[in-house]
């Protein structure tokens, strides 16, 4: 940690003597430190839930209901679900589906985006208008009627959510990237790269697209804590990933009816889906204001 | 009210409080009622409705009763709204066990009609009652608007007006000034909201937004009591709510797998599940009220050890059990599935999804017989008409493709007989029959139930709780 010391001009009417000092410390990032904690916490459980000691997700574990810590064994010690399913293991097997589904669409769409993007802001011309045009469409339709219908019309399964959530991820990846491209392509080493022959692909393969990467990159954390929202939103809706497989979303819906007699069949999943989502805008925050930094100083 | 029709055309509606039963009752009141503990017909609209024979019946029409546009409401409607239903003159019209069952319609003068039926039913006034034929519109207002047209802008002789109505929101309906019965409806405005949840439903009587509802569970009615409303349980239903096997379709084929998932169920622990332990279980296809009603005459149910056994036999012979439930987003039915999926998830050799759909879906999906397992309805105050036509193998409902001799049977042996005595003894065949074939896994029985606020009384329910709104009114 820096820690800087300033020397003052010393206030009028101030007795003379010893020099006054301030000291400015730079703030511990304690909510960069709880953030990525959790973040880790949460893949962790969700990379090593088969092996942890945690009952089958889709079985019943006790009688329905049962109020968190009512007991202390492991299956129990967040209380039961409507169908006496252990609210920790659906919380824990659900992280690894939620997780899945967001990075898989957030890769598959941080692909297609940036390729998409590339061509817009290099090519130009009518790539630009083609692309821009498609990002438009997209941008136009509500996500969440997108996401309803291409689960009414598709069967719902944990591929048909990947796949609408990929379509939701597109535009945001196309447009940052014909932006970065845009600018990146306006460089001086580009227009040298141009000067030495080298080809178009090279040049937006080679020079803008690695350059361009660390924009997107700040991006992503914030992209699959919208993800999880929009997962939690459909899953509410009974359109998520099909039951007996544990999601956020589900779990919430499932809880719903009973809210009034087992509030934490809703609040457990609930909760988890707010600090994930909080850790992640934090995280992707940060991230971004460092590298921000390191781009300008660097 | 529950959830809304489609549109106002009464061939498209299903007489049931959850569905087209509200709207319809009060745009174009009912023919008749059949009272639920005698069987007694009150009349409404009709004067009276009888045979002799069982296979001509004899409706006779009050006198002076008018549609809301003027004109008269007399024979030639009432054969001209049976006809439309018949003729399938009405685009997505709801298949009508009675107009399955008729042969000839004759007026006979300008009040009264008759029906001749292809078979004799001495129980065929809950067929009238139970479907669109309840429902008389105005021949003059269909011709002149044309069916599309009628459809949004009904015209009846009901005790309300259409207003106004705004799709899955409200309708707003005004007091008839020319409605037959003298002095009523009570209210000059009733405004309908659908509302899929109950609990929602209950809190907006309790907070003064509406003012009744009604359920058929009982589960909402508990609330209302704590709650301080007036709640009324007008009366019981037969048969039930059920999950349909699909007889048409592999595994349901095969009768040990029917009964091996049957047995395997625990009803009463679902019930604590999804009605907190409110509903009715059947126990036996028809409650102890009924004078078909037999003790021993017991549904498979809640026997561990023999599904096992079965989904073991099953499995040995290289045919592990595997299928879909097909269910509605509707809270309820969703979480019965999951429910059940989650029962059978305790048993080896047993695989099940639950396939979560809309409703335009499931309806295509039952009318197609395409689907293993969903959720269907077989509740009515009698046997007829809600079995005959679920279960018998030529029935409008027959959506499971259910095809027994011994259930057509007794089935039929219930509708023709003339006394109870030969009813009794068909409807006991037919329940054997039932527990042998295992169509259906019964969930939950219906109940009439209303819930009002203590300002406002006079909602009646008939039949499958369809709600009559003309005695309704503030208390004074």
């Known amino acids: 940690m820096s820690t800087d010391v300033l020397p003052t001009t010393r206030p009028a009417g101030a007795s003379a003597g010893k020099p006054r000092t301030y000291t400015l410390r730079a703030r511990r990032p304690y909510g960069l430190w709880i953030a990525s904690a959790w973040v880790l916490l949460l893949v962790g459980c969700a990379v090593a839930a088969d092996v942890l000691p945690l009952a089958d997700p889709a079985k019943p574990v006790g009688r329905a209901r049962q109020v968190p810590f009512h007991s ?151 992209v699959i804590a919208g993800l999880i929202v929009a997962e939690g939103s459909l899953g509410f809706l009974g359109l998520g990933i099909p039951p007996p497989a544990a999601s956020w979303g589900t779990m919430i819906a499932d809880g719903r009816a009973s809210l009034r007699i087992a509030p934490h069949e809703v609040l457990v999943p609930a909760a988890v889906v707010f600090l994930t989502v909080l850790a992640l805008n934090t995280l992707g925050e940060k991230v971004r204001d460092r590298l921000e930094i390191r781009s300008r100083t660097g | 009210m529950v959830s809304e029709a489609r549109n106002l055309e009464p061939a498209s509606q299903i007489n049931q409080g959850s569905a087209g039963g509200p709207l319809m009752n009060a745009i174009f009141d009912a023919l008749f009622t059949v009272d639920p503990t005698s069987g007694d017909i009150q009349p409404r609209i009709a004067a009276s409705f ?81 479907g669109a034929t309840v429902w008389i519109v105005s021949p003059t207002a269909v011709r002149a608007q044309g069916a599309d047209a009628f459809a949004q802008h009904p015209v009846g002789a009901g005790p309300f007006i259409l207003k106004s109505r705004t799709p899955n929101a409200q309708t707003v309906l005004v007091r008839n000034p020319n409605y037959w019965q003298t002095g009523l409806p009570k209210l000059d405005t009733l405004i309908l909201r659908p509302n899929p949840d ?5 809190d907006s009587i309790v907070t003064g937004q509406a003012q009744a509802t009604y359920d058929g569970v009982g589960q909402l009615a508990q609330r209302a009591q704590a709650e301080g409303l007036n709640v009324q349980s007008a009366y019981g239903m037969q048969g039930g709510v059920v999950f349909l096997f699909n007889q048409a379709k592999a595994p349901f084929d095969d009768v040990r797998v029917r009964r091996a998932v049957a047995l395997a169920l625990n009803l009463d622990e679902i019930d604590q599940q999804v009605f907190e332990g409110a509903a009715e279980v059947p126990k036996t296809l ?124 007794g089935l039929d042996a219930g509708r023709t007989a003339s006394d109870q005595e030969s009813r009794r003894a068909g409807y006991l065949s037919f329940q054997k029959a039932v527990i042998a074939n295992v169509p259906a896994v019964w969930t939950h029985r219906l109940q009439a139930i209303t819930i009002q606020a203590d300002t406002v009384a006079g909602l009646r329910l008939y039949g499958p709780s369809s709600p009559l709104f003309d005695g309704f009114g503030l208390i004074e």
């Not at chain 1, 660390?214 to 914030?222: N, Y």
């Not at chain 2, 019946?57 to 002076?64: H, I, Q």
């Open chain 1, 72 to 222: 202390l064994a492991p299956d129990q010690i967040l209380g039961t679900d409507t169908y006496g399913r252990s609210v920790l293991s659906r919380v824990i097997f659900g992280a690894r589906t939620d997780l899945l589904v967001t990075l898989c669409a957030c890769a598959f769409g941080a692909v297609l985006g940036c390729l998409l993007g590339l061509l817009a802001g290099f090519v130009k011309g009518w790539a630009d208008r083609a692309v821009s045009f498609l990002i438009d469409t997209l941008l136009a339709l509500p996500p969440i009627i997108l996401l309803i219908a291409i689960a009414t019309i598709l069967r719902p399964s944990t591929w048909t959510l990947t796949f609408g959530l990929t379509l939701l991820t597109v535009p945001a990846f196309a447009r940052l990237e014909r932006g970065a491209a845009l600018s990146w392509a306006e460089r001086p080493f580009v227009l040298a790269a141009r000067s030495y022959g080298a080809s178009g692909l090279r040049i937006a393969f080679r020079q803008i697209l690695p350059n361009s990467l660390l924009t997107v990159i700040t991006f992503v954390p914030t």
């Open chain 2, 286 to 409: 028809f409650s102890n009220s009924s004078p078909f009603y037999d003790a021993s005459l017991t549904i498979p149910s809640n026997q561990p050890e023999q599904a096992k056994a079965l989904f073991d036999e099953l499995a040995a012979e290289g045919k592990p059990v595997s299928f879909t439930i097909s269910a509605s987003t509707n809270t309820v039915t969703s979480t019965y599935a999951k429910a059940i999926q989650t029962q059978l998830s305790t048993y080896g050799n047993v695989k099940v999804e639950v396939l979560v759909a809309d409703s335009a879906t499931l309806v295509r999906a039952q009318q197609n017989h395409d689907f293993q397992m969903m959720n269907a309805g077989y509740a009515s105050v009698d046997p007829e008409p809600a079995l005959y036509a679920g279960l018998q193998s030529t029935g409008s409902n027959n959506y499971g493709s259910v095809k027994d001799p011994a259930i057509d049977e």
């Open chain 2, 198 to 202: 109950r609990d929602q439903a209950l």
């Open chain 2, 50 to 130: 009888a045979t002799t024979d069982g296979r001509t019946w004899t409706l006779k029409l009050r006198d002076g009763v008018k549609f809301s546009d003027g004109t008269a409401l007399d024979a030639e409607a009432v054969r001209f709204s049976w006809e439309r239903l018949r003729n399938g003159d009405v685009k997505g019209a709801v298949a009508s066990d009675a107009v399955r069952q008729m042969d000839t319609i004759t007026i006979v003068d300008p009040l009264t009609l008759t029906v001749t039926l292809k078979a004799p039913n001495w129980q065929f006034k809950y067929s009238v009652q139970e």
